[in-house]
């Protein structure tokens, strides 16, 4: 059961499930004696938890594991929800990704999935040179598409679950095939290459804990950002396939103006169609994932302030796939 469910429960509520743990502590209480304090997560929601009286064996499953079942029950401390929690499991690994999956912790489609989808894709790129990059890139380059498959496409703004980084980037890209199909002005390999390899620094700049979430930034992703370090990622590739220059003049181009303008990171602003084009798609798909995700904390018919989008935001009350 999601977080944001459980609690709508009222106190003593039992719940069985795989979260996420974070943060944990042992303390002491009042009586003396040892007790766990950590918080319980799950995409969208997160709730502090006590394991009182924590045996050994608990003590040592939540220093090693980052997620794991547990049996709880729902309690109020001020109003605010508190979990007791009252057995602990290590998961099964198989059970994992399901659990991951289902708490919004990975992309909804199968990685598998969008792996195939993404080497279609590739393939139908008229031009060569492009294609050869993006082979040797997200095909070939194991070690970089293993990474790339699973990572998330953000610590906290959109996208920021396993798999996130890859389901963004189809986004994107399946939006310009379709955006070029209707317009002949578009240089399509371009945009669907430029759209493929504008977030690649991520890979180097978003920090995972065991399970591939985002924890923080990575040393090189605090100093250079995942712009700049896409731009030194894409460099081998581009001499390595022999790209002719203005090609790959072009696809930096559209990296480092991704998004948009020098106040959101990108030195420079959009110089040509397709690099403007770029920007768009990246903040439409940006939007629609952080817009759908703080809607569904909502009620319908409430109204609650964003700090992502810094604004204040409306969840209809119609049902919106009438
Ligand atoms: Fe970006
Ligand atoms: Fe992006």
Not at 27 to 40: E, F, H, I, P, Q
Not at 116 to 133: F, M
Request: net charge negative; hydrophobic share 40%.
């Amino acid at each position: 059961m999601k977080l944001g469910e459980l609690v709508k429960n009222p106190k003593g509520f039992k719940v069985t499930g795989i979260y996420r743990v974070s943060r944990f502590e042992v303390k002491t209480a009042r009586n003396g004696k040892a007790y766990g304090d950590c918080l319980v997560s799950d995409y969208s929601f997160e709730v502090p938890a006590k394991y009182w009286d924590i045996p050994a064996e608990g003590v040592a499953l939540f220093q090693q594991q980052g997620i794991l079942r547990l049996e709880a029950t729902l309690d109020y401390f001020k109003d605010s929800p508190q979990l007791t929690i009252d057995n602990v499991y290590l998961p099964q690994p198989e059970e994992i990704d399901q659990s991951l999956q289902e708490l919004g912790m990975m992309a909804p489609r199968s990685l598998e999935d969008m792996v195939n989808e993404l080497t279609d894709i590739i393939a139908q790129v008229s031009h060569e040179g492009l294609r050869a990059l993006l082979v040797a890139m997200f095909i070939e380059d194991k070690s970089f598409s293993e990474r790339f498959k699973r990572h998330p496409g953000a610590v906290k703004n959109h996208h920021a679950y396993i798999g996130g980084l890859l389901e963004h980037t189809l986004e994107l890209t399946v939006g310009a095939i379709d955006h070029c199909n209707r317009n002949n002005k578009i240089n399509k390999d371009i945009l669907v290459a430029a759209a493929l390899v504008h977030d690649i620094g991520k890979v180097q700049e978003i920090e995972l804990d065991a399970f591939g979430m985002g924890i923080g930034f990575t040393r090189e992703g605090k100093l250079l950002r995942h712009i700049s370090l896409g731009i030194e990622m894409l460099e081998p590739f581009c001499r390595a396939v022999g790209l002719e220059k203005e090609i790959a003049l072009m696809l930096k181009h559209c990296i480092l103006s991704h998004h948009g303008q020098a106040e959101w990171g990108s030195p420079v602003e959009p110089m040509f169609l397709e690099a403007e084009l770029l920007h768009y798609l990246d903040n439409l798909s940006a939007k629609t994932e952080q817009f759908s995700r703080e809607t569904e904390r909502l009620e319908p018919g409430a109204f609650n302030r964003s700090p992502t989008l810094r604004r204040e935001i409306y969840r209809p009350s119609i049902d919106p796939t009438l």
